[in-house]
C-alpha cells in the first residue's frame, strides 16, 4: 500500500514542478520537437506486485494464491488528439507456485487494446489515465496429491485501468511510468465432461517503458 502511495503522490507532483523544470531549457527544447511525430513502438517491463490466482474447487473451497513477479510486453500506438492516444499492446507473464501440496503454474499472454487521456505539459511530461480491453490466453497447470493432474487453457476477455506520467527524453524517445490494475480472465478447470475448479486471475502492477516515436 506504501508503494502505491508513493507512485501516486509521484504523479500528482509532476505536473506542478515540469513547468519549472523545463522552462529553464525550453527555448533549446523547442528547436528539437518543431515536427510532432504521433506514431510509436516500445516496450514495456512489468512489476506484479500482487497476480492473484483465486483457485475455487466447487462445493470443497479452494485457495487464493498471491505471487509476485515480473512480466515483460510491448506496445504500438498512435496520438490522435491533443489529449488522446490508442495502442495495442501485447504482454506476457504468469506464475509457478506451491500450496498445500499443490504446485500451480499459470502462463498468461494478454492482448490489450488500451485508450488513454492525457495532459501535455510543454511538449514534455504528459500525466495520463486509460482504460484496456483485450483478449487474454491463459495456459494452467495444477498437479496435487489429492486429485489428477488439472491442464486448462481458455482465452478470455480481459480489462485493465491504469494511470501514469509520460515523459520526453527528446523528440523521439519517450519514458513511461504506470501503475495498472488487471483482470485476465477466467479459466475453468475439466475432469471429463464436468467442471471441476475455477480460477479467476487479477494483479496489480507497477510498470516501465521506453518508446519510440515517428511519423508517417
Keep these: 500500500m506504501r508503494k502505491i502511495i508513493f507512485v501516486l ?16 531549457d525550453y527555448d533549446s527544447y523547442a528547436t528539437d520537437t518543431n515536427t510532432r511525430y504521433d506514431n510509436y513502438v516500445g516496450i514495456r517491463l512489468h ?15 479452494g485457495d487464493k494464491i498471491r505471487k509476485d513477479n515480473l512480466g515483460f510486453g510491448a506496445v504500438v500506438g498512435n496520438r490522435l488528439t491533443d489529449h488522446i492516444k490508442i495502442e495495442f499492446e501485447t504482454l506476457y507473464t504468469g506464475a509457478t507456485q506451491t500450496k498445500r501440496d499443490t504446485e500451480y ?34 495456459w494452467a497447470d495444477i ?19 491504469m494511470v501514469g506520467v509520460n515523459m520526453s527524453l527528446n523528440s523521439r524517445v519517450d519514458l513511461n511510468l504506470g501503475f495498472k ?36
Design 143 to 161: 498437479n496435487s496429491t489429492s486429485y489428477p493432474k488439472l491442464t486448462d487453457s481458455v482465452l478470455d476477455l480481459s480489462f485493465s485501468a
Design 105 to 138: 503454474d499459470f502462463n498468461i499472454w494478454a492482448n490489450m487494446l488500451n485508450i488513454y487521456a492525457f495532459q501535455e505539459y510543454q511538449d514534455a511530461v504528459a500525466p495520463y489515465v486509460g482504460l484496456g480491453i483485450g483478449l487474454t490466453g491463459i
Design 47 to 61: 512489476k506484479n506486485e500482487n497476480i492473484m490466482y483465486a483457485y475455487d474447487i466447487h462445493g470443497h473451497g
Design 181 to 216: 490494475y488487471q483482470y485476465y480472465g477466467e479459466v475453468e478447470h475439466m475432469r471429463g465432461n464436468q467442471e471441476f475448479a475455477v480460477t479467476d486471475v487479477d494483479a496489480t502492477e507497477f510498470y516501465i517503458g521506453a518508446s519510440y516515436k515517428f511519423g508517417m
Design 9 to 24: 503522490a509521484c504523479l500528482i507532483a509532476v505536473p506542478a514542478v515540469a513547468q519549472d523544470y523545463w522552462d529553464d
